[in-house]
């Protein structure tokens, strides 16, 4: 079998370079992007600069199609993408905050899946990263939750009109990246011990677990439309 090729979208830190590690392990030939080139070249390094870096705004079709053209033919794509804009309650969270999880995650996963598939291989995969947020019925999450149950719907439709590419979705927990560089240390420390208290395994989870589940969909051929749930069982415990 002739080497693998992944391309990680969000590749520079947390899920998205954990993944790239966890692959290239494994002996994929690894592409990661980002739109930060400094941070894609220390991620590059800190992965024996033996992953290629490329350029890639994943808000911007043009910028997502340039990216690929660049890239050319690759077999499987992952496409880790966050934001952490769009918390708060309810009942008075704007309608721009509301907007903001869409506008970061929603569509440059549409945009950027859309700008790959003339290069993506037929037979490979796509894979999603959405949030336990689509699933756990978290206070102050409706928007998270809404951005992220639009990102797990599109995995069984695009599994059925892509076919025969594979696409599933992975829905992360409460994990240590980060994406939480918004929240002091402090206030970090006491959010993870929170939700550690309420979750099953007893703590919050890493981005070499969720790397595992994602190379788990690459690789098992008979995987398709689903959403695999990584979240050390918090979404029974939070509410």
Do not use: Y
Not at 10 to 24: F, K
Not at 111 to 134: E, I, M, N, R, W
């Amino acid at each position: 079998m002739s080497q693998q090729h992944t391309v990680v979208v969000g590749g520079s830190s947390g899920v998205g370079l954990a993944t790239a590690a966890r692959l290239m392990k494994t002996g994929h030939a690894v592409t990661i992007a980002g739109r930060d080139a400094q941070r894609l070249d220390e991620a590059a390094k800190r992965l024996g600069g033996k992953a290629r870096a490329v350029s890639l705004d994943a808000a911007d079709p043009a910028s997502a199609k340039a990216a690929f053209a660049a890239i050319g033919v690759f077999d499987h794509l992952v496409l880790a993408l966050g934001g952490n804009v769009g918390m708060g309650p309810f009942a008075t969270i704007s309608l721009a905050d509301a907007r903001r999880p869409f506008e970061d995650k929603v569509f440059p996963h549409i945009a950027t899946a859309q700008a790959a598939l003339p290069f993506l291989a037929k037979d490979g995969s796509l894979t999603l990263v959405a949030a336990v947020s689509a699933h756990a019925a978290m206070p102050g999450t409706a928007a998270l939750g809404a951005a992220n149950a639009a990102i797990a719907a599109l995995g069984p439709i695009l599994a059925v009109e892509l076919k025969p590419l594979r696409v599933n979705v992975v829905s992360p927990g409460v994990i240590d990246t980060p994406w939480w560089r918004f929240a002091p240390d402090d206030a970090k420390a006491a959010v993870f011990a929170d939700f550690a208290a309420k979750t099953p395994v007893g703590r919050v989870g890493t981005a070499d677990e969720v790397a595992d589940a994602i190379a788990f969909l690459i690789g098992n051929r008979f995987m398709t439309g689903a959403t695999h749930i990584c979240d050390g069982g918090v979404r029974f415990g939070v509410g």
